[in-house]
């Protein structure tokens, strides 16, 4: 494992979490026949750069990054003499971040994608499905393009629709709360930086669903301006239907 901070490094030893530990990118990669990058989307591809020239030769390198194009394209630039490169996104994951809050079931029957291009290297997508298929996950293999358009509706959008649901309540509102409403802006707790990096490496697909889902508003909103009972069951009745089959 490699972090920022000894303290997190004891931690990690401590718990058995890493067998070994480095606070230098160079001592921490250097033997490794797989590196995984974990951190906001915009500083992989940094951290991508200062690695390249330790990767050993027939090491594969990946990360765990939210959005894709952005991730893929620039790292491919890089060029790692004998190393290859394939993005992962293991769609799992909570609020909560820091090694305190680490869950070895994490993983388990969730989803990981496999972001392949022309420059994939099959040998990197056969090491890759076996090692998250260990994990626990289910492996789908698509271009970094498709899975941002499909992770903007089911992930990106959710959590742009749980931020902007806090920020419109009012705090007298808000002492009231209960269930319903923690369930549906739990995410919203998420680390800022971490969403904001995501947000703004798949805007373009998350500026079209954010209209889409005004859209949707809108047929509720004139629902209700007109007094439409049988439009509103109907919205609400399909919504029910769609959620349950999930």
Known sequence: GVSRRKSTIDRALKD???????????????????????APVLKIIGIAKQIAPFLKKGAILTDAGSTKRCIVVNIEKIG??????????????????????????????????????????????????????????????MSPQMHDKLLSEISHMPHAVSVSLVNSVGKNSLRLAAGGFKDITRIASGEPELWRDIFLTNRDNLRKDIELLKKELSKIQTALKNNDSSRLLKLLGNAKVIRDSL
């Open 16 to 38: 058995k979490i890493v067998d070994s530990a480095a606070l230098d990118l160079k001592d921490g990669v250097k033997d490794s026949d797989l590196v995984i990058i974990a």
């Open 80 to 141: 790692f003499k004998g190393a290859d490169f394939l993005g992962s996104h293991p769609v799992a994951g909570s609020e909560k971040s820091g090694i305190k809050s680490a869950n070895k079931d994490l993983f388990e029957g969730a989803c990981c994608i496999l972001t392949k291009t022309k420059n994939t290297n099959p040998r990197a997508i056969a090491m890759l499905k076996k090692f998250w298929g260990k994990l626990g996950m289910r492996v789908a293999v």
